[in-house]
């Protein structure tokens, strides 16, 4: 028997009638890539890149809401009472390793980043993080930031 034959009868045995339907990430709510605001591109070529907007509006209950998500999810055992800082960075100082803007840090809490941040898109829907976007982005900047000038 040939070879090629029997390739194509296992394909064909194989094959099913019933339509496969790959999911779009998008349809879970699950974020875009986004550009960095801030970084330098190799060769001075800018990566193709969504952009997040923070669908939920900036008022005082969303960023109560998100105060207490940030709690109840133990965000301040790392970063300290009112992102202030402790184990991890202060969110308040406005200084961001990983890029400030909405999107940014709705991708960092989505996926995490290296060395002791998790990622929380597999415990949070998509509107909680954005309410912790929300609170973060409200937290009031200190009036002293630690070696803000050398």
């Not at 509006?57 to 998500?69: F, R, V, W």
């Not at 009472?81 to 390793?97: D, E, F, I, K, N």
Request: charged share 15%; hydrophobic share 35%; with cysteine.
């Amino acid at each position: 028997m040939d070879l090629r034959a029997l390739v194509l009868a296992a394909a064909v045995v194989g094959c099913s009638t019933k339509p496969v339907h790959i999911a779009d990430r998008r349809a879970n709510n699950g974020p875009p890539s986004v550009r960095p605001s801030e970084r330098v591109f190799a060769g001075g070529i800018v990566p193709p890149a969504g952009h997040l907007n923070n669908p939920l509006s900036e008022n005082a209950k969303t960023a109560a809401e998100g105060a207490q998500l940030f709690t109840g999810m133990n965000c301040d055992g790392c970063h300290g009472a009112g992102a202030v800082g402790w184990v991890g960075p202060s969110l308040t100082a406005r200084r961001w390793r990983y890029g400030g803007t909405d999107g940014e840090i709705f991708q960092s809490i989505y996926y995490g980043r290296p060395h002791g941040m998790p990622a929380f898109g597999g415990a949070l829907r998509p509107d909680m993080i954005w309410k912790i976007v929300t609170y973060i982005k409200s937290l009031p900047p200190p009036n002293d930031v630690p070696t803000e000038s050398w």
